[in-house]
């Protein structure tokens, strides 16, 4: 078994690499599909993106049959809704789903984020690994993302475009020294898209001060990057759907912006034509040097 290992919290260093593309263009990791499940390939004539209300010129829009790096961050707090050989189980599917090439990251996280299996595509050896969950702490999961995108995801940048996040929690977050809307900002710079394996809310609800409930959360973190939310309760499912996903229905799509707002956040709009679907991030952060 691994040993579990602490992953970093480099404060303020996330948005300090470029994003994909380089200063002078944007590349985003878009997600687009037929409605009917027609194998048809989608064109850049289907889509139409728009950057701060703009409409822009698309240079490219290519499928992305590439390997993904996908980190599942799995919240092992006491009081979180979900013993842990549930955990185990949820996690364990998507060794099962990966395709040649892909390769996964299992981190639990409370108060710290630790690695439970390091970077493999072996079912065996993760499942030996998967033993080292427990429920105890409270859930820091801004800092568990700011952790793992610094420490695990933004190195591999120049290597793999297909960088994921697959977040198995409620959205609660206790005791986080990072801020969720830099959090999200970070990820959205580095077109980390964030997936959720969602498990009913033990707030209940609650209104929580200055920061959003934990469904919301949720909602942000999937919306803001382009992924998707499924129920805990069918991790089969997930695992199947997100890894089927990444393989067939990921794209690259590359533009120029027409304008160059300095040192402000471009909001990104992607619609499909009539008969496609189509996901990305909605924002692009601006670098910081």
Request: hydrophobic content about 40%; some cysteine.
């Amino acid at each position: 078994m691994l040993p579990a290992v602490a992953l970093m919290i480099a404060s303020g260093q996330a948005g300090r690499h470029s994003q994909p593309g380089g200063d002078s263009g944007i590349v985003l990791g878009v997600v687009a599909a037929r409605t009917d499940g027609s194998p048809t390939p989608i064109l850049s004539k289907h889509l139409a993106i728009y950057d701060n209300g703009i409409e822009q010129f698309i240079k490219n829009f290519s499928p992305d049959p590439s390997p993904a790096r996908i980190v599942l961050l799995v919240d092992n707090s006491l009081t979180f809704r979900a013993d842990v050989k549930k955990l185990e189980g949820a996690a364990l599917e998507f060794a099962y789903e990966i395709f040649e090439g892909d390769k996964l990251l299992v981190v639990g996280y409370d108060e710290q984020a630790e690695i439970v299996s390091d970077w493999t595509d072996n079912a065996k050896s993760m499942e030996a690994s998967l033993k080292s969950f427990r429920k105890k702490g409270q859930p820091h999961l801004f800092d568990a993302l700011t952790a793992v995108l610094n420490e695990a995801l933004t190195p591999l940048a120049a290597t793999s475009q297909k960088r994921v996040i697959v977040v198995i929690s409620d959205g609660l977050d206790r005791g986080s020294k990072s801020r969720f809307e830099q959090t999200l900002s970070s990820l959205q710079l580095q077109d980390v898209t964030v997936y959720a394996v969602q498990a009913p809310d033990r707030t209940g609800g609650a209104l929580r001060r200055d920061q959003p409930k934990p469904v919301q959360v949720i909602q942000k973190l999937v919306d803001g990057t382009g992924g998707r939310i499924f129920p805990i309760s069918d991790p089969q499912t997930a695992a199947k759907s997100i890894c089927d996903e990444l393989r067939k229905n990921r794209y690259l799509l590359a533009y120029s912006p027409s304008s160059i707002p300095f040192g402000e956040t471009r909001r990104i709009l992607l619609l499909g034509s009539e008969g496609v679907t189509v996901r990305s991030k909605t924002a692009q952060p601006p670098v910081i040097h």
